[in-house]
């Protein structure tokens, strides 16, 4: 099936730090997703994107859709404490159903 | 600001019982979507749903499980006969356009016995 991987699988940061995170997919996809999910709570979006080449900002948050819309980043800038979750990418192309990544686990240190 | 919620928040139940679980999705959303999440592990879709039937389910989306848009609101998931590999947190998300921002629930979480 298709496969959406998340780099790094977790990382351990400074509090402000910046911090990068990438999602990769085999496939080609035309919206990319971004979401924080805190433990026992639902994923919380933050940034969707929907054109190839596309940066957009989200208060300290930024991601680009990659050109060849196999890949997405995101960047935190200036981290804090309550930046720490589980950040998952997740990909649609119109089939009625988003596919979500591995996850990247962020734990920020005081 | 609108949001998805669900209910119950958790449900315990035995091995072998039917269990439902309900989702109000975002008024002015057309396409609804459960998802589950084992433990630790990632999001996986489970199905979709857009006027008023199936759009696209996955493997695990077996004969046990089916939905429901029973009146304008609630949309429900219903597992027939539970096993102990269904105990998980399922999300209900729900978006205004087929391409577009993909909004969740708390979720429920459940356990099988």
């Not at chain 1, 800038?77 to 990909?91: E, K, T």
């Not at chain 2, 679980?21 to 996986?44: A, D, M, T």
């Not at chain 2, 429900?76 to 096993?83: A, E």
Request: hydrophobic fraction near 35%.
């Amino acid at each position: 099936g298709q496969q959406l991987n998340q780099s790094p699988q977790s990382m351990f940061i400074q509090e402000g730090e910046d911090v990068s995170m990438n999602c990769t997919s085999s496939s080609i996809f035309n919206t990319w997703l971004w979401y924080k999910q805190d433990p026992g709570e639902g994923p919380v979006l933050l940034i969707a994107l929907y054109k190839a080449g596309e940066l957009t900002s989200n208060g300290r948050l930024t991601a680009q859709f990659g050109i060849t819309r196999k890949d997405s980043f995101l960047n935190i800038s200036a981290s804090i404490p309550s930046d720490v979750g589980i950040y998952f990418c997740a990909v649609t192309s119109g089939t009625y159903k988003y596919i979500f990544g591995t996850g990247t686990r962020l734990k920020v240190l005081a | 600001e609108p949001e998805v919620t669900q209910t119950p928040s958790h449900q315990v139940t035995q091995m072998g019982q039917e269990v439902i679980l309900r989702c109000v999705p975002i008024s002015n959303h057309l396409y609804f979507y459960w998802y589950r999440q084992i433990l630790g592990q990632k999001v996986e879709f489970l199905v979709s749903f857009y006027n008023n039937e199936i759009s696209e389910k996955s493997e695990i989306f077996d004969d046990q499980f089916s939905v429901e848009r029973p009146d304008g609101s609630n949309f429900t998931l219903k597992i027939r006969s539970t096993k102990l590999e269904d105990s998980a947190m399922y999300f209900c998300a729900s978006s205004r356009l087929e391409t577009g921002e993909l909004f969740f629930g708390e979720g429920s979480r459940l356990t099988v016995l």
